[in-house]
């Protein structure tokens, strides 16, 4: 980590693409704002005249304001899929309100006596819109599109979840890879680009009130062009398409492997975990990352395509304990290690079919699985200290938090406190860093990959031999972090391409070779 | 010019204005006076169409306004108000020019017009390219007039005009309104609660209550006539004020004391000055008596003392 890149020599070798996402940025934030201005005014000033639709309206827009942003993507996906279409949407959806509030409000303001003495000079009604609502009310209503723009440019970094490309590829996928330079390279030009349009848009309404007559013309002008930004990404065209995480896309044992190693071919684009399962199922997709163990893999009737060139290191979980709290609390150990050889493969792929899939909670899942194994014990009284246990968001390591929390409740006079759901790699383990968490469960290949980065000749070196990596992680966690990895639990959560089965099977590819073959040929 | 035909005017279960008719000649200036909530107002909004009349006919020109698109009734009548309505984001010439611009006028008519009344509005040119906002109230309120009178429209509608200016403007432009060129020949409705406003602007006062007109007539009639208690005691608080506005150094010329010379230099003619305007100049020339010319060029004097006992003699005439 001492000859890591600075973020300049960062920036400078993406530039390309910092500047492509910078675009794609634009333009889903301007064409999205383009849609509600074109529907936002027009339905401001409808209510303006219409009081009694006033409320009805302003409340349905209020509600889409307050969902959060990711679940209202999530709701997108059955809907209308991945990709722009849906990112675009929702971005429209959030910039309704105060497109539609702020002409309903400057609707509003216009003085009475000044419509009034309009009508009375024998103006239409069409023209008093034209002349005099519209001109006087338009600082305001530009107030309200600038709230739009800035909120847009925030909420288009989460389009990157859905394949819809933009900043929040690098800042999601920074994330993920606990690469901070990454992050910056996408957050900051996000940061610039929302400062810039606020203030851009701030000195359009602080113009003089004649010259708002002219800016009324130059915004949609300046919407349009900058919507035109966003080239629509070109996986609409594709006749296989890969979906693949921000993870993924940035590592070596992913997508920069399959492509070196299997010379696969494939068009690509970034999306989250939460969709992508439910995105190739409904083909929306055709071949996405996953992990092995993942229960969704059943839900959905996927089939992993046999890695035969071994790109994928082992990814064998197990807790990693701050090195004091093991010294402090020496039966911790033997608690922890109880789970050990005790979770294989399939085990762990139906305990996560159950909670991911069946929407069981993973305290009850964990807790059947404890007992049938006998390993559940009535929790003890707790008054020694607490023990905090972290997780990542998503379901396994819930479940194995659980697990570890109910064996140091049965098995010791600790206290449990549990903070599941810390995001990514970079998040969980920066908070056993900085003591805010005890300990979490982790992976072999994540420690090696994401945390040490260890070099090139050290990857080959341990290859896809499952102990020679543990072995490594471990002295070296030990070594640099002070922090301990317990035995592993047995199983191998290894990254995995997957395909629906029916089409792996009618296409006859069992293997990523067969894939690349498949795509290459055609 | 203007005829309302038995007007009715419903808010609901409310009625505003109650089944009134009055004429208004060609040149004519009308008051409508009365305190708020009178239906002055409506009556007054009714004529350009503002508020629609819930029964009874209005003619303007001898046409049912229900007959003429509502926006060529508007822009053929002036439409001046309390608050001058002037559009903020206007210049003074883009103001004045909205309705010449409605009816279509080549653009150098309008500008022409625009100095034309600039000029008799008595304000210069160097104003037309301000916002409203610059000008002060009363010049606001001038362009206010002039706009309403842009296209040079036969009648103007006036409602509370000078309500919004404070007490001292206000009684200035109301003189300055009465001498205007602009407004010799128009038909004027105007509404006002201003007694004072109403005597000096006004050929003929309706006064209204309660949807109703109570009387209507010259000042002079409401004031030495009233036809109802209420009608005296509507002018009672200012009764001397208006009566010694009412009455011009004419009606009193024969009760004044012959004068041999013209001994000072306060001299004027009999038909120009009020009562009030005489005492008015007494006081502000420090003088003990004016001397007063009639049209065969007699000369008396009037003093504090015979300005009073010409007016008691008038009002004992009346009511004889």
Wanted: proline share 4%; with cysteine.
């Amino acid at each position: 980590m001492n000859d890591a890149p600075t973020l300049f020599d960062f920036m400078k070798e993406q530039s390309g693409k910092i500047f492509d996402q910078l675009l794609q940025h634009i333009g889903l934030t301007f064409i999205s704002l383009l849609f509600a201005v074109i529907i936002g005014v027009p339905l401001g000033i409808y209510i303006s005249r219409k009081r009694k639709l006033a409320a009805p309206v302003l409340g349905i827009t209020n509600v889409l304001q307050t969902i959060p942003s990711i679940a209202l993507l999530g709701f997108m996906i059955p809907l209308l899929g991945i990709g722009p279409v849906p990112a675009i949407v929702a971005l429209f959806l959030y910039a309704l309100l105060p497109i539609v509030r702020n002409t309903y409000t400057g609707m509003n303001e216009v003085d009475p006596i000044v419509l009034e003495s309009a009508r009375g000079m024998g103006m239409t009604a069409g023209q008093i819109l034209r002349k005099v609502k519209l001109p006087l009310s338009m600082p305001v209503i530009l107030a309200g599109i600038r709230t739009a723009t800035v909120i847009n440019v925030g909420v288009a970094t989460l389009a990157s979840y859905i394949g819809a490309g933009g900043l929040g590829e690098f800042i999601f996928g920074g994330i993920a890879l606990n690469n901070t330079n990454m992050i910056l390279a996408g957050a900051i030009p996000a940061a610039l680009l929302a400062i810039f349009f606020d203030f851009i848009l701030s000195r359009l309404q602080k113009l003089n009130i004649r010259k708002v007559r002219v800016s009324f013309w130059l915004i949609p002008v300046c919407i349009v062009v900058l919507s035109s930004f966003y080239i629509l990404p070109d996986f609409y065209r594709s006749k296989m398409l890969a979906g693949f995480t921000p993870e993924f896309m940035g590592r070596e044992d992913g997508y920069l492997g399959l492509k070196k190693v299997y010379k696969l071919n494939i068009r690509t684009v970034v999306i989250s975990d939460a969709v992508m399962y439910k995105a190739v199922y409904e083909k929306k997709l055709d071949v996405i990352d996953g992990y092995s163990t993942d229960g969704r893999l059943k839900a959905f009737d996927l089939k992993i395509l046999k890695d035969d060139k071994g790109i994928f290191p082992p990814y064998y979980a197990a807790p990693l304990v701050r090195s004091e709290i093991l010294a402090k609390y020496p039966e911790l150990k033997s608690v922890l290690n109880q789970l050990s050889g005790k979770i294989n493969d399939s085990v762990m792929t139906e305990l996560n079919y159950q909670v991911d899939y069946l929407k069981q909670s993973p305290e009850k899942v964990a807790k059947q699985f404890l007992m049938e194994r006998s390993l559940y014990k009535n929790p003890l009284i707790a008054d020694e200290g607490t023990i905090r246990i972290g997780s990542k968001i998503f379901g396994e390591q819930y479940i194995l938090a659980a697990m570890y929390s109910m064996l140091i409740r049965g098995n010791t006079h600790l206290k449990v406190e549990t903070k599941t759901g810390l995001g990514g790699t970079k998040i969980c383990f920066d908070a056993l860093i900085n003591q805010q968490i005890d300990m979490y469960p982790e992976y072999t290949g994540t420690g090696l990959l994401v945390i040490l980065q260890a070099p090139g000749s050290v990857i080959t070196k341990l290859g896809s031999n499952s102990e020679k990596v543990y072995s490594y992680v471990q002295s070296e966690f030990l070594k640099k972090y002070n922090l301990e990895w317990l035995k592993p639990i047995g199983f191998n959560n290894t990254y995995a391409l997957m395909m629906r089965r029916k089409q792996a099977d009618e296409k006859d590819i069992q293997r990523i070779s067969d894939l690349a073959n498949y795509l290459n040929n055609k | 010019m203007i005829s309302l035909q038995h007007v009715t005017k419903k808010f609901g279960s409310y009625t505003a204005v109650d089944n009134i008719s009055f004429e208004v000649a060609e040149g004519e200036t009308v008051v409508l006076l009365g305190t708020s909530g009178c239906g002055k107002t409506t009556t007054l909004r009714m004529i350009n169409r503002l508020i629609d009349s819930s029964s009874g006919n209005i003619l303007v020109r001898g046409k049912n306004i229900k007959d003429v698109p509502v926006e060529n009734l508007r822009r053929n009548i002036g439409y001046v108000l309390q608050h001058n309505g002037l559009f903020p984001h206007y210049t003074i010439s883009e103001n004045i020019a909205i309705v010449p611009q409605l009816l279509k006028w080549p653009q150098q008519k309008i500008t022409s017009r625009i100095s034309e009344l600039l000029d008799k509005v008595h304000l210069p040119e160097n104003i037309l390219s301000l916002f409203p906002e610059q000008l002060s109230g009363g010049q606001q309120q001038r362009i206010g007039l002039a706009r309403a009178l842009a296209a040079d429209p036969p009648i103007l509608l006036m409602d509370e005009p000078f309500g919004a200016l404070d007490a001292i403007t206000r009684k200035k432009i109301t003189k300055e309104f009465s001498g205007l060129d602009l407004l010799k020949n128009k038909t004027i409705v105007l509404v006002t609660h201003d007694i004072r406003e109403a005597f000096e602007l006004g050929d003929r006062i309706l006064l209204m209550d309660k949807g109703q007109i109570v009387q209507q007539g010259k000042p002079v009639e409401l004031l030495f006539h009233p036809a109802s208690d209420f009608v005296s005691e509507f002018f009672s608080n200012q009764e001397m004020e208006l009566q010694l506005n009412a009455v011009f150094l004419k009606d009193i010329f024969k009760h004044l004391q012959y004068s041999t010379t013209d001994e000072n230099n306060l001299t004027f003619t009999e038909d120009t000055l009020s009562l009030w305007d005489a005492l008015e100049l007494l006081q502000s020339e420090k003088q003990k008596y004016l001397s007063i010319k009639n049209a065969v060029g007699e000369i008396r004097h009037a003093g504090y003392d015979s300005l009073f006992t010409g007016l008691e003699a008038i009002k004992r005439q009346s009511h004889e």
